[in-house]
């Protein structure tokens, strides 16, 4: 499958919520009220979240009133165009500058911040860069082993320390280790277990503070990796992890599994964070950049 196959693809559950249920709602109406507050209910399903699917329909209302749109067919491609002002993309995830470039991944458990982390490090390793990943998530001896596993696949090495060790001495490591061997990245697996939620975010302060003395410009990216079926809960998370380390970039997982994808309006819209990758199934091709034209078209193709 083609890059933006694979993405329409991932993309057809949320496609069916989001496009499909319009078109049929669109079908031989009259626009008016009654259809704009449906369809309102339409992208709320799709978890659009919400102050976001009433900012859609309150814009598209205006038009209504102006006399831009008059029909059907008008108001599926006024839908289109809010949908593109709404997302946004930051700069894409890759090596530059000063060696190495550090990226802290956070999330919580489960969400799939080790895969999205092997993921990443293939992309680097196929591109000619050598990566270092770091396996800060030292809570369980399996993280630790999941992370060697994507360490082989990827072609990176792996910084480890025993399970239960600190997770900072562990990330301090990695980074020294990939300063003294010129190696061109490095990529930091913390753990994500919440029922200890202000120790894990003094974990991971502390994590960017040691980092931060072996290297004053790391991190260069903090990750946050949150997963799409979690649906509002995605935005708590982000802004939980964004008030205690600061993120930089979003990666949004899983979107294959879930007609919620409208969830990615909603990050965009209700959080200054950009989305900077988006995750559409389990393999190692299924991370791509997030692109807002290329999502739209995906959506809509
Ligand atoms: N369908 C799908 N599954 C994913 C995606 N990303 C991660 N997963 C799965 O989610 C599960 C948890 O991932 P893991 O990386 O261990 O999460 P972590 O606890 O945050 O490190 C694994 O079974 C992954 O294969 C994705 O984009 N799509
Ligand atoms: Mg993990």
Known sequence: MGFF??????????????????????SGKT?????????????IMADVGPETASSITGALRDKV??????????????????????LREGHKIICTGEKPYVILTVGVNGVGKTTTIGKIARHFTDNGFSV??????????????????????????????????DPAAVAFDAVASARAKDIDAVIIDTAGRLHTKTNLMEELKKIK?????????????????????SGQNAITQAK????????TGIALT????????????????????????????????????????????ALYG
């Open 65 to 86: 009133k102006k006399g831009d749109i008059r029909t059907a067919p008008e108001l599926k491609a006024a839908l289109k165009e809010e949908i593109k002002k709404i």
């Open 254 to 297: 899983k979107l294959d599994g879930t007609a919620k994808g409208g969830i990615i309006l909603a990050i965009n819209n209700e959080l200054s964070i950009p989305v900077k990758l988006i995750g559409v199934g389990e393999g190692v091709e299924d991370l791509q950049d997030f692109s807002a034209e290329e999502f739209v078209d």
């Open 132 to 165: 270092i990943l770091a396996a800060a998530d030292t809570f369980r001896a399996a993280a630790i082993e999941q992370l060697e596993i994507w360490a082989d696949r990827a072609g990176a090495e792996i910084v480890k320390h025993r399970s239960g060790a």
């Open 240 to 247: 939980i992890f964004n008030e205690a380390v600061g993120v």
């Open 31 to 43: 626009v008016d009220e009654n259809l704009l507050e449906e369809l309102e209910e339409i992208l």
């Open 209 to 229: 503070r040691v980092i931060g003395k072996e290297m004053p410009s790391a991190p260069h990216e903090v990750l946050l990796v949150v997963d799409a079926t």
């Open 5 to 26: 196959e694979n993405l329409k693809h991932g993309l057809s559950k949320t496609r069916t919520a989001l496009i499909e249920n319009t078109d049929a709602l669109l």
